[in-house]
């Protein structure tokens, strides 16, 4: 079992940075890759960012490529999301979630929502312009 909280969203001009954090219980977090994904009312959830179960590989979607940042402490329990130079384009609910496939050991997660096993209950993100 693993339990995800997030937190850290907002409200945030154009330009601006925010950090998510994504606070993890359970064993099985030290050995899951992790994703960051974020959905928009009446849209599909959308792949972000994810990270291996080491923090030794990560990969991003196209659209914040150059500008958000995944990062974990699994001594802390917990991953992060710094998103720099946010565009009105970013506001969205933003979901951490645990991908528990073991795929090598710089498998990053998959860009498919389905493959993830547990999920936080969101927060919130919005740019203004």
């Known amino acids: 079992q693993v339990q995800l909280v997030e937190s850290g969203g907002g409200l945030v001009q154009a330009g601006g940075s925010l950090r998510l954090s994504c606070a993890a219980s359970?064993?099985?977090?030290?050995?899951?890759?992790m994703g960051w994904f974020r959905q928009v009312l009446g849209k599909e959830r959308e792949f972000v960012a994810g990270i291996s179960w080491n923090g030794g590989a990560s990969k991003y979607g196209d659209s914040v490529k150059g500008r958000f940042d995944i990062s974990r402490n699994n001594a802390a329990n917990t991953v992060y999301l710094r998103m720099s130079n946010l565009e009105p384009e970013d506001t969205a609910v933003y979901y951490c979630a645990a991908d528990l496939h073991k795929d090598g050991a710089y498998y990053s997660g998959s860009y498919s929502p389905s493959a993830y096993a547990y999920w936080g209950q969101g927060t919130q993100v919005t740019v203004s312009p």
């Open positions: 359970g064993r099985t977090f030290h050995d899951a890759a």
